[in-house]
């Protein structure tokens, strides 16, 4: 309704009804206003909370598992000769190992042949070891070529573990077929028999025999490996070795022979090291510890103040004051504190975790080691089962982050006093334009009464102007 006003009476009209408007309604906007800053920082700040109380809930569901504490490990003190694995039914112990010689493969050599083409269809039988009742026969296509040779054998072997290749001889212009398999073992040997039909037979191999120059062979015979466990001689036909301690797997990867500058082989056995999985159950102490912290300093910056400077206001965090976070650090603080009965760990600080100053824990890791080595069922008893440390801890917390939790909840609420705040400012809206309509409507009619009684004056003005002997004051 603002258009053009105030002709008559020559206010700003609009100017006007507007301030007059604003003193109505501002201060209802304004605490519109804050209220909504408010709410909405208030459910980002609990949002925020239950984010950190959730990682801190799945950290300590991880290290709630008693199978964490059942774990094994097996430590080699020379990775490079060879590791290890351990089930959690190992018994732990010390061993000491040498490593004297590595399973290997057969890998044999054919005669060698120049420009090869099978002068007829035929067959090359490969077998592994002198009794293989799986030995492959490879069918060979008349004319095929040595490559061709080799395709076809490697698609039929490698199920097998074999595969072929060709080794060419620049000097002779020859070739030969070279056969390698991944089976491991003694008298895993590599033999092949040629049918004569096509002149396969060149390709025969006696797996047994030495390679020669140009002629079939062994280039390298299979072999079990060679090891020692405490000075007892053992053999393996593979270099993964299951249960020679039981429930414990070795893994060679090389020997732990050296050889001297004078020429001497000199055995240098490692030790490998079968126990609980102190190192695993510290790595998850640790992420408690962490996962606390972050906790403790989210908490912290959501209902602290902190001055920014002089003349500043101070930055406040969302739930300052806020009873939910009070009561909810105290119970878990209170749980940290508790002693739990166990005998040799009655609380944190028997694991080397204690409280620092600003409410966070910090882990003495020497200390903790030795408690681990000494008290390690104890530990386990302490944090983990029904009535561990983290079964306590996650009772606490669980009512403010579940499904319908305190959190969830005052998010809730918070989000409908949002609406509510939409609405009312709706509301306002509708009566600001009411408001302004009515004055509007008042001033509009004050204007065309003082147009009309200016109107008037200046008719009068002119009429008395035009009677005999008048003078008006401000003419000359």
């Not at 501002?26 to 925020?48: C, F, M």
């Not at 030795?370 to 530990?379: G, H, T, V």
């Given at each position: ?34 209220l909504e800053k408010a709410t909405t920082t208030k459910i ?50 010390s061993y000491s190992v040498a490593v004297q010689q590595l ?146 797997t070795f893994t060679l990867k090389n020997t732990t022979e ?219």
């Amino acid at each position: 309704m603002s258009g053009i006003t105030g002709i008559g009476s020559g206010l700003d009209i609009n100017s006007i009804v507007k301030a007059m408007v604003d003193a109505e309604t501002a201060p209802k906007a304004a605490q519109l206003n804050r209220l909504e800053k408010a709410t909405t920082t208030k459910i980002s700040a609990l949002g925020s909370l239950k984010g950190a109380l959730s990682n801190f809930q799945t950290t300590m569901k991880d290290l709630n598992k008693m199978s964490l504490f059942e774990n094994r490990t097996a430590v080699s003190s020379n990775t490079s000769a060879l590791t290890a694995s351990a089930s959690k039914t190992a018994l732990s112990g010390s061993y000491s190992v040498a490593v004297q010689q590595l399973a290997s493969g057969s890998k044999v050599a054919t005669d060698a042949v120049s420009n090869f083409s099978a002068t007829g269809a035929g067959t090359l039988t490969v077998s592994l070891g002198a009794n293989d009742d799986n030995a492959v026969t490879v069918d060979i296509e008349n004319g095929a070529s040595l490559v061709e040779i080799r395709d076809a054998l490697n698609e039929q072997l490698k199920d097998k573990g074999i595969s072929a290749n060709i080794v060419n001889n620049p000097s002779t212009n020859t070739s030969q077929l070279v056969f390698t398999s991944t089976e491991t073992g003694f008298g895993k040997d590599i033999s092949v028999v040629g049918s004569s039909n096509g002149g396969l037979d060149a390709f025969n191999i006696n797996g047994a025999s030495k390679a020669g120059d140009g002629t079939a062979g062994y280039l390298e015979q299979a072999a079990n490996a060679k090891f020692t466990i405490d000075g007892l001689m053992l053999e393996s036909a593979s270099n993964t070795i299951d249960n020679a301690i039981p429930d414990v797997t070795f893994t060679l990867k090389n020997t732990t022979e050296v050889t001297s500058s004078n020429g001497d082989v000199q055995s240098k056995p490692l030790t490998v090291t079968v126990g609980q999985d102190n190192s695993g159950v510290k790595s998850q102490l640790q992420k408690f510890v962490d996962s606390y912290n972050e906790l403790i300093k989210v908490s912290s910056e959501l209902t602290g103040v902190t001055k920014v400077g002089d003349g500043k206001p101070p930055v406040v965090g969302g739930l300052v004051g806020d009873a939910t976070v009070r009561t909810l650090l105290s119970g878990m603080r209170n749980e940290l504190t508790k002693s739990s009965g166990v005998e040799g760990v009655g609380m944190l600080v028997d694991l080397g975790i204690t409280t620092q100053k600003d409410g966070t824990l910090k882990i003495d890791d020497e200390k903790l080691g030795k408690a681990l080595e000494s008290n390690f069922d104890a530990i386990a008893q302490f944090v983990a089962g029904d009535n561990g440390l983290m079964t306590r801890m996650d009772k606490r917390i669980s009512g403010y982050v579940e499904t319908g939790g305190v959190l969830e909840q005052r998010i809730k609420g918070l989000t409908t006093t949002t609406s509510t705040i939409d609405t009312q400012r709706e509301a306002l809206i509708r009566r600001t334009g009411q408001i302004e309509a009515r004055l509007f409507k008042q001033f509009n009619a004050m204007d065309a009464l003082v147009g009309q009684l200016n109107a008037t004056g200046d008719s009068i003005a002119q009429s008395l102007e035009n009677l005999p002997g008048f003078v008006r004051k401000d003419k000359k």
